[in-house]
C-alpha cells in the first residue's frame, strides 16, 4: 500500500482557507511555482479539480467545499498533538471528568474537591463511580479518568499511581459495647462477634492471619461488601468491624473507635489513572489538586 503525503492536507487547508495560491505560498513560506505544483499533486490525488478559477480569483468545487471543515480540524488537531503542551487554566477548562471510588473515600473528601472546583474551574464536572470490585480494564478503555485505592499484587502494573494520604486499621464498636470499657486484648477482640468487608466474599482477612500467628481464632458473623454497611450493622448490634481510620472517618459518626490490640501494616490509599492521560495538562492539574485535598487535614498526609 502506498502512504498518502500528510503534507497535503496541510497545503489543502491553507489553499482553502486563503482562495489563492499566492496567498497560500505566503501562508506556509513557499514559492508560488512550489504551490502550484503542489496542488496539482493534490488535484492528481483527490481526483478533483478542487480550486478552479473564476475571473482572477479561485473558487473551490463542490467537493472542496464538502473538505474545508474536515480538513481544517484535521490539521488543528494533529498542530495540537505535535505541539508542546500548554499549562491549563482552571477558570476557563470546560470538561468532564470520571472518578471511581470506594464508599468513605467520597464522603471524606468530595465535598471539599467539589467545593474547590466551583470556585476554582466552574466549567469542570467531577462524576463519580461506585467502585465494585479493583479490575483495571475501565482505566484501560477509558471509561474511567482516575480511580482511588490501595496498591497490591492485582494492580495493573502499566498504570501510574500518586499516594494520596496514609491509613491504618481500628477496631469499631457502637457506645456501651463491652469492649469500649477496659483494656482490649487479642483476645478480647477475637471473643466478639465480627462483621467482615469483603467485595469478594472471601472469608478471611490480614486481621486472621495476625490472629492465627497469635494462637487465636475470632468469629466472623456476616461478610458485607462495603464499609457503610458494615458500620450500620455495628450501629444496631454487637458486631465489631475493623475498618481503616482516615477512609472511614465521615462515615463513623457517634461509634467508638479503639485502637487494635495487634500490628496490621498500614495501608496507603492512592490515585490511578492509565498513562495515556500522564502528560495532559487538565488531567495533571486535577491530580494536583486531589493530591493537595487529600493531604489536608483531618486526613493523614504521607511523609
Known sequence: MSTPDLNLLITLDALLDEGSVAGAARRLGLSPSAMSRALARLRET???????????????????????????????????????????????????????????????????????????????????????????????????????????????PELRTQALFQDHFVAVLRPGHPLCDGLL????????????????????????????????????????????????????SDLVATVPEHHCAALLGDLVVRPLPFALPAIRVALLWHPRLDADPAHRWLRTLIRNICAQEPYRPLP
Open 185 to 236: 486484648t487479642a483476645s478480647r477482640y477475637a471473643g466478639a462477634r465480627h462483621v467482615l468487608v469483603s467485595r469478594r466474599g472471601q472469608p478471611h482477612s490480614p486481621v486472621d492471619e495476625v490472629l492465627a500467628k497469635l494462637g487465636l481464632t475470632r468469629t466472623v458473623a456476616t461478610l458485607v461488601p462495603g464499609f457503610a454497611t458494615a458500620l450500620a450493622l455495628v450501629r444496631g
Open 46 to 156: 483527490t481526483g478533483d479539480p478542487l480550486l478552479v478559477r473564476a475571473g482572477r480569483g479561485l473558487v473551490p468545487t463542490p467537493r472542496a467545499q464538502l473538505l474545508r471543515e474536515q480538513v481544517g480540524r484535521l490539521v488543528q488537531e494533529a498542530e495540537s498533538m505535535l505541539s508542546p503542551r500548554q499549562e491549563v487554566d482552571p477558570a476557563r477548562l470546560e470538561r468532564t471528568f470520571t472518578l471511581r471510588a470506594s464508599e468513605g473515600l467520597l464522603e471524606l473528601f468530595g465535598a471539599a474537591l467539589l467545593n474547590r472546583l466551583a470556585a476554582e474551574a466552574p466549567g469542570v464536572r467531577l462524576h463519580f463511580l461506585a467502585k465494585p470490585d479493583k479490575e483495571s480494564g475501565p482505566l484501560r478503555s477509558g471509561e474511567l479518568d482516575f480511580e482511588t485505592g490501595v496498591i497490591s499484587a492485582t494492580t495493573a
